[in-house]
């Protein structure tokens, strides 16, 4: 939510920074800025809307010189997305960017207008620049510590100071901010592929630090103006990984290195013919120390926890809850020292995910996070940790970071089973190279694309579509329907399909379109008595199944057939067919699919 970039170095700032947005760009995109510190003091453009309006913007007005920069792409939380509510904000001494919430800041503002100040904007950061500029008397560490000690909420900001030459001053609490480090040149990034194109060395900034960057040098401090040692970080991505590489959108190239990324996520865990997270600190007898988990997340990071319940249950015979983050904080959970709290993140920074996992952390629970982004302040601060290997999802709609969550889950579902002598090491093994092979099997579902992209002419004008499914394809049915409505703004909703004559079926009628999900042999007499429910009343119905179940043709108006692998492993193929569904429909809608009007992808406030 929102996105920072800043450099200090020989090399024309604006270029840099405008390279860096356009790769943060992910993180918002209502409105764009950039400040420009040189000779002549500060000089600041901003404009509303995509990127592209800045780079216009700053070809018209003509590009600043050499200096030091710090640039911003917003997601809008307070005022509209407007030139005059664009980051960076300023005041004569100084400019700022914010990626945040200052929850007081109408206090604040209130305490500086008794003492003179005027604001123009409707943000909260507004406030935020005001009182470091207030506090300011030629000490940028004092006026920095100052205003923190009066802020509330959460913050990464970049600070130039206009009589501090070559200097960006940084400093977060509960907002990701990196510290790029090149040679001769320095950096401040919300997330690695803002500065990867240059440096793939950084330093984590922790909370409450402040850093002094300037081109030969990164100085960090503690409150108390004591020097903290860092430990140099290197990212394993690499800057073809952050590009689009050939394909249209990013969400189709991050579908299509789902076969990748699961094979990078699982092979590295499976020793002996079974799961093993050994390399990931995981102590050999973990599972058997709860008696229950919950797993917590957000959006598509919850639906993945979703499917992770069905298959703990049923494999390991532990009851597994699984709450919204922004419900678990706020609903006092029943939480014991013999439970488990799991909590699922791509970015490893959303807010809701981030408070939920303290709150655990502050009863004494332990906690496990399922994280792709390394460094991130969930994987940082979770008791223990699973990487995903998914490499950056740019792409606003999680894709496959959920299917290597979601692999994630089988691991742990079939080590936990084992540990609790659920299951025996026969089974274990089975269920292991059945795992491997429906990995291996999701390079076919590349080849359906084809097929599926045929379908999306039939329902890109439906103002309406419903997802049904049982059982482990209840939990793919919401999935699938919060990537189309997401990306393609068709209204969606996900049903049970079982639940459907309690009172959804009033809503089938001729033509409606419902995708059903048919992937479950145990479950196929009770779906298909649904599905027929749904043709009786003129639903247009497409069904997602595996090709080797034997469907009456009566039932469906188009079919999508999945490669065969065990049901228990099918949600692996079925999602994939979800995401080509939803991605050519939106496509076909002329959507914006990488950038979906109002949302961002890393959501850092509550
Ligand atoms: O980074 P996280 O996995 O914590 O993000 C959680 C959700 O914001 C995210 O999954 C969101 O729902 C996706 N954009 C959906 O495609």
């Known amino acids: 939510m929102c996105g920072i970039v800043g450099y200090t170095g020989a090399r024309n700032a604006a270029d840099i920074l405008v390279g860096g947005l356009t ?44 200096g030091c920069g710090i640039g911003h792409t917003r997601w809008a939380t307070h005022g509209e997305p407007s030139d005059i509510n664009s980051h960076p904000h300023r005041t004569p001494k100084l400019s700022m960017v914010h990626n945040g919430i200052i929850e007081n800041y109408l206090e604040i503002k209130k305490f500086l207008s008794d003492k003179g100040y005027t604001f123009e904007s409707q943000t909260d950061t507004e406030t935020a620049v005001k009182l470091v500029d207030y506090f300011y008397k030629g000490d940028p560490f004092d006026a920095i510590h100052q205003a923190l000690e009066r802020l509330e909420g959460s913050y990464a900001f970049g600070i130039l100071f206009a009589d501090q030459p070559d200097t960006i001053y940084a400093v977060r609490k509960d907002s990701p901010l990196i510290v790029g480090l090149g040679e001769n040149e320095n950096y401040i990034a919300s997330d690695v592929p803002a500065i990867l194109e240059h440096t793939r060395d950084f330093y984590l900034l922790d909370e409450m630090e402040i850093a002094v960057i300037k081109p030969g040098s990164v100085v960090i401090l503690d409150l108390t103006r004591a020097p903290v040692k860092k430990e140099r970080m290197r990212a394993n991505w690499d800057i073809a990984a952050a590009q689009k590489g050939g394909y249209p959108h990013f969400m189709l190239k991050e579908i299509c290195e789902q076969p ?72 006092d959970p029943i939480l014991t020292d013999r439970s ?128 049904l499914g049982r059982g482990l394809d209840y939990a793919l049915a919401m999935e699938g329907s919060l990537k189309l409505k997401e990306i393609s703004y068709i209204h969606s ?23 059903a999900l048919v992937t479950q042999r145990e479950l196929l007499p009770k779906i298909v008595s649904n599905i027929r429910e749904v043709r009786a009343r003129g639903g247009h119905v497409v069904v997602i199944t595996k090709s080797g179940f034997d469907l009456d043709a009566d039932i469906y108006d188009e079919i999508i057939r999945l490669p065969d692998v065990d049901d228990f492993f099918m949600p692996l193929l079925a999602v994939i067919a979800l995401q080509f569904f939803a991605y050519y429909i939106a496509v076909a809608r002329g959507c914006d699919v990488d950038k979906p009007r109002n949302l961002a992808k890393s959501v850092t406030v509550e």
Request: aromatic content about 6%; some cysteine.
């Open 493 to 515: 909703e996900a049903y049970a399909a079982g639940e459907l004559k309690h009172g959804t079926i009033s809503l089938i009628t001729d033509g409606v379109p419902v995708v």
């Open 23 to 66: 790769n943060l760009e992910y993180r918002g995109y209502d409105s764009a800025g950039i400040s420009i510190l040189d000779q002549s003091g500060i000089s600041t453009i901003k404009a509303k809307g995509r990127l592209q309006e800045l780079a216009c913007k700053i070809k018209e007005v003509g590009k600043p010189g050499a």
């Open 260 to 331: 990748k990324a699961l094979t990078d996520t699982v092979h590295p865990r499976i020793r002996h013919t079974r799961p093993d997270f050994s390399a990931d600190d995981i102590p050999a007898d973990f599972w058997s120390q709860f008696d229950r988990v919950h797993i917590t997340a957000c959006g598509t990071a919850m639906y993945a926890g979703t499917v992770g319940k069905v298959l703990l249950e049923r494999l390991a015979r532990i009851p597994v809850d699984v709450d919204l983050a922004s419900e678990f904080r706020y609903r």
């Open 340 to 467: 488990l709290v799991i909590v699922i993140s791509q970015s490893g920074e959303t807010a809701d995910s981030l408070a939920a996992m303290r709150l655990a952390k502050s009863r004494g629970i332990t906690t496990l996070a399922i994280v792709n982004v390394i460094g991130s302040s969930i994987a940082r601060e979770a008791d223990f940790v699973l990487h995903t290997y998914a490499g950056p999802e740019i792409a606003v709609a999680s894709t496959k970071a959920f299917s290597v969550q979601i692999a994630m889950m089988y691991l742990i579902a079939i080590d936990c089973a084992r540990i609790r002598g659920m299951i025996d090491d026969a089974k274990t093994a089975a269920l292991t190279a059945d795992l491997t092979q429906a990995i291996g099997r999701t390079r076919e579902l590349l080849d359906l694309s084809g097929a599926i992209e045929s379908l999306a002419p039939n329902f890109m004008k439906a103002s309406s579509l419903f997802y």
